[in-house]
């Protein structure tokens, strides 16, 4: 995704919990190559809590749930995953800024297709197509799920008016599972690594900037996603912010960034303009995103104070 700081479970198991609040909810929605016939889609959710002074007084176990769904091409080829992201968030007596924490992601997926809108040369009578005609084909399974597991391992540091600089790695698909819908041996995902950097710098009371990169590596697939965006705070009581800013993916498409914080909600929204080989066919239009995160605190349980009244009488 473009707006991958928007996704953090998804980003990093380590991410389960890490974050100034009690529960964390995430949504994000991809429709990418809408000038294609047939656009890809996928769509993602994540919450997650966190349990403090579990093992101590500076420590904490995250929790979350990870969703994602992503449907592509004729054959409707869909990807359906859910994990339940662990963690351990360490924070240090000396400098309370400091966080690290540490994740695993265990998990299922899915993979399937469906056949209803393909076509195959079996089916060309020689003048014309004939759905009727048989394929030729013949599938052991069109659906098939599979364990999977990642980790990975998160640190950040608070700075001053709200500011902080967070990094971390992670390692999926482990274990390597089988993919095959032929039951094939050595038709394996696979391991993805990902490494990120994420800045947000206050210049004064109500201008920030924030800086952010990705590196991900699967297999002999690459991608490089580098954003600034310049945020100013409308209302500080009322956290209300603005933020704006331009991204690329690195030989693939330049990237158009718009974003709102309001109270404990944060919206963005990304438009990516295709520059790749691939323009000839999307006429340059990428993809759009839609992603929302909200933050939510108890409220503090209200202790009243007591004092001893005089007796008169």
Known sequence: MSQF????????????GLFDGDYRVAAAYRNQWLAIPVPYATLSFCGDTKFNHVFSQHSAVGVGLVFNNDVSGDSRYSINQAYVPLSFIQTFKGDSNLSISLGVSPGVSNIAFNTRRLTYD?????DAYNPSLP?????????????DIGSGLAVQYKLKRGGYISGGTSLSHINRPNVSFFKNEGVNLYAKSNSYINIKYPINEVLFVHGDFMYEKQGPFHETVIAGRLGYVVNKEDNISLNMGISARWNDATIVLLGMDYKNYRV?????INTSAFNVATNKRGAIEVCI???FKKRPTFIPKKRSCPVYM
Request: proline share 8%; net charge negative.
């Open 293 to 295: 995160l909200a933050i």
């Open 5 to 16: 700081w928007a996704n953090p479970l998804y980003l990093n198991p380590a991410q389960a």
């Open 268 to 272: 963005g929204l990304a438009y990516d």
């Open 122 to 126: 079996s089916q060309f009578d020689g």
């Open 135 to 147: 394929t030729g084909e013949n599938y052991p399974t069109q659906s098939k799920t599979y364990f």
